[in-house]
């Protein structure tokens, strides 16, 4: 499968941008897809999953109550619906995506993706 990122730029703190996951190959509908983000220096980090049914997301704490995951089987996309940005949120993002055992199971760490678009960069201006 191959994932296509796409929505990064450049927004003030305290404003809104959209990412898209696009998948082509497979669909998403047996996959759990997430986002991770890496700034330079550092791991890449878990920010946001959903499972293959969709009825079941996972965020971490620091983007609790600000960014939404969600994924449309009909276009074969898992978008992640950013607001209240802040110049912490500045990195690259990244969406991954791999087969799980059931329906609801979001996978949460980096090495249980074995697929990954290319980044997508999200700056936060001051």
């Known amino acids: 499968v191959q994932l296509q990122a796409s929505g990064g730029g450049l927004v003030q703190a305290g404003g809104s941008l959209r990412l898209s996951c696009a998948a082509s190959g497979r669909t998403f509908s047996h996959y759990t897809t997430a986002w991770f983000r890496q700034t330079p220096g550092n791991e890449r980090e878990f920010v946001a999953g959903i499972s293959s049914s969709g009825e079941r997301t996972v965020y971490a704490d620091f983007v609790k109550g600000r960014f939404t995951i969600s994924k449309s089987n009909a276009k074969n996309t898992v978008d992640l619906q950013m607001h209240t940005l802040e110049p912490e949120d500045t990195a690259a993002y990244y969406c991954?995506?791999?087969?799980?055992?059931?329906?609801?199971?979001?996978?949460?760490?980096?090495?249980?993706?074995?697929?990954w678009g290319q980044g997508t960069l999200v700056t936060v201006s001051s």
């Open positions: 991954a995506t791999n087969t799980v055992l059931t329906r609801s199971t979001v996978l949460t760490y980096r090495t249980d993706y074995a697929h």
